[in-house]
């Protein structure tokens, strides 16, 4: 059985850096085709994708946030954490990280519960 | 705006069928594989539909997916109030080198 959990601060001041950590179980990010991905939703909006990491540490990022987002895997701890620098209240949303496998072609296929982060001074 | 174009929303009485279409380019649903996905209000989404096509085994068969050229769809057969929620496609687009989303579709059952 397949588990995310987000977890981190849920209220952030502006300028400030958000760190947000994905701990996982049912699946190993040292296998083969094992990805985790980083998606955000603002309220009442659509879903955003933010950044993925690969079994092999392979990053990919959202082009107009690559510069304020690193991610970072642990497999010795089933954890990825991702980082995002210098936040503004437009970064206010439901952040969720997702199981991705290449063995899926690149579905997410299990996803966290999510966690609501609120930038505000 | 999102790179995915799907319609705000669909309806459809209960018992009946629904589609819900997701256009796309060359670069993103043209070449690479489409996911479904299914979100209902303060849940996360679950996956529906992977590889355009293709159910996970939870998922019953009242839910498909299909594609074509640039476009996708999603189709669900005898509808049931259980199924309102919001509904997105992803896919990969290799010419912006990043995941993508379609706007989602908001399902009512009539």
């Known amino acids: 059985q397949v588990t995310l959990t987000e977890s981190g601060p849920t209220v952030v001041k502006p300028t400030q850096t958000l760190t947000l950590t994905c701990t996982f179980s049912g699946f190993s990010l040292s296998t083969d085709g094992m990805g985790v991905g980083w998606i955000r939703q603002p309220p009442g909006k659509a879903l955003e994708w933010l950044a993925l990491?690969?079994?092999?540490?392979?990053?990919r990022y959202s082009p107009s946030l690559k510069r304020r987002l690193t991610i970072a895997k642990d497999s010795s701890k089933n954890q990825v954490v991702l980082t995002m620098t210098n936040v503004d209240p437009v970064d206010t949303g439901t952040y969720y990280c997702?199981?991705?496998?290449?063995?899926?072609?690149?579905?997410?296929?299990?996803w966290g519960q999510g966690i609501l982060v609120t930038v505000s001074s | 705006q999102s790179v995915l174009t799907q319609p705000p929303s669909v309806s459809a009485a209960p018992g009946q069928k629904v589609t819900m279409s997701c256009s796309g380019s060359s670069s993103n649903i043209g070449i690479n594989h489409v996911s479904w996905y299914q979100q209902f209000p303060g849940k996360a989404p679950k996956l529906l539909i992977y590889d355009n096509t293709k159910r996970p085994s939870d998922i019953p068969d009242r839910f498909s997916g299909s594609k074509s050229g640039t476009s996708a769809t999603l189709g669900i057969t005898g509808l049931q109030t259980g199924d309102e929620a919001d509904y997105y496609c992803?896919?990969?687009?290799?010419?912006?080198?990043?995941?993508?989303f379609g706007g989602g579709t908001k399902l009512t059952v009539l």
């Open positions: 990491i690969y079994w092999d540490d392979d990053q």
């Open positions: 992803g896919t990969w687009d290799t010419s912006l080198s990043e995941e993508v």
């Open positions: 997702a199981h991705r496998s290449l063995f899926w072609f690149g579905a997410f296929v299990y």
